[in-house]
């Protein structure tokens, strides 16, 4: 990590900031992983990233990322009539893409999602007369307890510790780049987002890494340099603004665990079906409160809403062992409350993001009790490109959250956990946004929507060979 002086962050952030981009600090400031070579096979799951490096932090294994992260939505500009064309067009420049980079952290990963808009408008009916949403998978758990048939994907919705000025989004598209080099995502954005085919309606930019090493964290140093309050408050080696390290190997789903097919009981989807290989995917923005985390919460606190309480581990450590013998029951949450006044984070979302025992999935594989199902591709950020201009003239603490499930479904149970209602259907006796439920009380989320990660086979432009011919 970089030894720079607080002053020396501060004049070079002045600098980026007038040039408008404060992330062109970074790779002064952290040197990109050294990577083992990467496999030229790439897998039917475009959501994966292959090559991550693997280090030891307190003993615990922990997933090193590529440095630089890009999400970019945008909405569909050519007419149903000129789908195929706009498919091969874009499959094109993917393919060169993948013939430029390696599908690896050194290299480039790309994952396209399509939002519900996007099959709405463009692909309402299939040649052979299913409509939308007839054609997607299907989310057997929900479609069980509604008594109806419901997508494995579905539009996005609030959940009670949002604000009311959440924003859903009704992007067409999604574009998620990542790299330990900015220029392969540079280079991808301008490949990708061509305007005959896109309007972009959001550039989502950041980083994660760093941490671990002696002295500040890429963290702590991004936020000194962008002037964010409370910056100089943040432990030093931490990965995230909030400090706890999100990408403990433990907490993230392993392999394909999170695609459509591979946990028999959550879609109809098996392997070699259409949609097989794809996840549903939820991006998400939060403003995080930094300065009163850091300023306010005793790390004794901050360690209970962030995990669970009653652990005991050295002052200041931020890696905390999420491992299949260290995740709770619903029971076990319900008697957090009763004996501490307060619930974890972690805790409350493993009563649904973790396998309730051993299971044999689709391919054969044994997955232990107590996996995680979920994969994320979260990732701090310093700016909000919501607003207008795109970049926010006041650098401030965020965080977009990419998460893969096999079903929204899922994805909304945990969400839903992380507010109080647990796994097997109880609910806690708590304000979802009291400090006493996790750390609602410190993030804001601003946007949500819903996506469609299809198989690398079908990542561009999805099911526009198979729709019925219909004029412009």
């Known amino acids: 990590m970089s030894g720079l002086s607080r002053r020396e ?108 808009p996007y099959f709405r408008r463009l692909v309402p009916k299939l040649a052979d007369g299913r409509r939308f949403p007839a054609y997607p998978p299907t989310d057997l758990r929900t479609s069980k307890a509604s008594g109806r048939r ?89 990965q995230m603004f909030l400090g706890f390290t999100s990408t403990q190997k433990a907490a993230m789903a392993p392999d394909r665990i999170a695609s459509f097919e591979t946990l028999p009981g959550h879609t109809d989807q098996k392997p070699g079906s259409f949609w097989s290989g794809g996840a549903a995917m939820h991006l998400s923005h939060l403003d995080e409160e930094l300065e009163r985390w850091w300023h306010s919460v005793p790390f004794t606190d901050q360690l209970r809403a962030m995990t669970r309480p009653g652990l005991t581990v050295p002052d200041k450590t931020y890696t905390i062992a999420e491992d299949v013998s260290r995740v709770e029951t619903a029971k076990e949450v319900h ?81 839903r956990a992380m507010d109080g209602s647990l796994g097997d259907g109880s609910t806690l006796p708590i304000d979802a946004r009291a400090e006493a439920q996790g750390f609602n009380a410190f993030i804001h989320p601003t946007h949500r929507q819903n996506f469609v990660a299809p198989p690398r086979a079908h990542r561009s432009f999805p099911l526009a060979d198979l729709a019925a011919t219909t004029r412009a």
Do not use: C
């Open 150 to 238: 419901v997508a494995a994907v579905v539009d996005a919705t609030p959940f009670a510790s949002d604000p009311s000025t959440l924003v859903l989004g009704g992007d067409d598209v999604a574009f998620i780049m990542r790299s330990d080099v900015v220029a392969h995502i540079d280079d991808a954005q301008h490949s990708l987002l061509q305007p005959e085919l896109f309007q972009t309606t959001s550039v989502r930019n950041g980083f994660v890494g760093g941490g671990f090493d002696a002295g500040p964290g890429l963290a702590k140093q991004m936020a000194l340099a962008a002037g964010v309050p409370g910056a100089e408050l943040i432990v030093d080696g931490v």
């Open 335 to 415: 008697a957090d409350l009763t004996t501490f006044g307060g619930v974890g984070h972690s805790a409350t979302l493993q009563t649904v993001t973790r396998l309730p025992a051993d299971t044999r999935d689709a391919y054969g594989v044994v997955r232990p009790r107590g996996s995680a199902i979920v994969q994320r591709a979260d990732f701090n950020t310093l700016d909000n490109p919501f607003t207008t201009p795109a970049v926010s003239p006041t650098p401030s603490a965020g965080l977009h959250f990419v998460a893969f499930a096999p079903t929204t479904g899922l994805f909304n149970r945990a969400r």
């Open 9 to 116: 962050l501060l004049k070079r952030g002045a600098v980026a900031l007038a040039a408008g981009n404060i992330y062109s600090l970074l790779d002064g400031l952290a040197s990109p992983p050294a990577r083992a070579a990467a496999s030229a096979a790439r897998a039917r799951e475009q959501y994966l990233m292959p090559g991550l490096k693997v280090v030891r932090e307190l003993g615990i294994e922990v997933i090193v990322p590529p440095l630089h992260h890009r999400v970019v939505t945008a909405r569909v500009r050519v007419p149903r009539a000129r789908l195929r064309d706009a498919q091969k067009q874009l499959e094109r420049s993917l393919a060169a893409l993948e013939a430029r980079y390696p599908t690896s952290p050194a290299g480039l990963g790309v994952t396209v999602a399509w939002g519900l």
